[in-house]
């Protein structure tokens, strides 16, 4: 179902998938070991197949891909350049912290969309081996180096923070996206996930940061 809500939804997480093949590719190249350029390139290469699948959707739903992601192009360029990691460590968090964040929100959307257009977002959000891989070299580089642990909280709450500004950003550019937020002002079940939802969202971040062992 190819409604102008669900045509924004597609375009943003398309253009998603898409820039998250180019910077887990950009970020192979801080790999201290070739296994870990190796992995990297995988994990780029999963992205991709990703980005194919939304695609392909929107191709055989009559929508360009190009036209769907366009309104979401400068925000995610904007969000991604003001979130550049200096280093391999913050590469490794801002994949897992920041795709983990943007899955979550993905997710809770989805629960507004048809049958076959959810099936395709929780199908393009599926965890490929990265967040695994991300974990055990930073809870490594933290154990051989417990100074690095406050940085890295750091830019951990940096990014919760970049990410609800971007959502609230993104939904409120376009009113057809909103639609999947405010189904109905008058559905008490809409208005409880709404209030609730930046809450889940952080209580999945902090979860997240525990398990590396750094303040949230």
Avoid: C
Avoid at 14 to 40: C, H, Q, W
Avoid at 156 to 181: D, N, T
Wanted: proline fraction near 4%.
């Amino acid at each position: 179902m190819t409604t102008p809500a669900v045509k924004d939804l597609l375009g943003v997480l398309a253009y998603g998938e898409l820039v998250a093949f180019e910077r887990i590719a950009a970020d192979a190249s801080m790999a201290p070991t070739l296994n870990d350029k190796i992995a990297l390139a995988a994990f780029a290469d999963a992205e991709f197949r990703h980005y194919e699948k939304i695609s392909q959707y929107l191709t055989r739903n009559d929508i360009d891909p190009a036209d769907a992601m366009a309104p979401f192009v400068e925000v995610l360029d904007n969000f991604h350049n003001n979130l550049a990691p200096r280093d391999w460590l913050e590469g490794l968090l801002k994949a897992y912290v920041g795709d983990g964040i943007a899955a979550d929100f993905y997710r809770e959307i989805s629960i507004h969309l048809d049958q076959e257009t959810a099936a395709i977002v929780n199908d393009v959000l599926s965890d490929v081996g990265q967040t695994e891989f991300a974990v055990n070299r930073l809870r490594d580089a933290i154990a051989s180096d417990p100074k690095v642990s406050g940085r890295l909280a750091l830019w951990g709450r940096r990014m919760m923070g970049e990410m609800i500004s971007q959502a609230s950003m993104v939904a409120s550019s376009r009113p057809a996206l909103q639609e999947l937020f405010v189904q109905s002002a008058r559905d008490p079940q809409t208005a409880e996930q709404l209030s609730g939802l930046v809450n889940r969202l952080t209580v999945a971040h902090s979860r997240r940061m525990d398990a590396l062992g750094l303040a949230s």
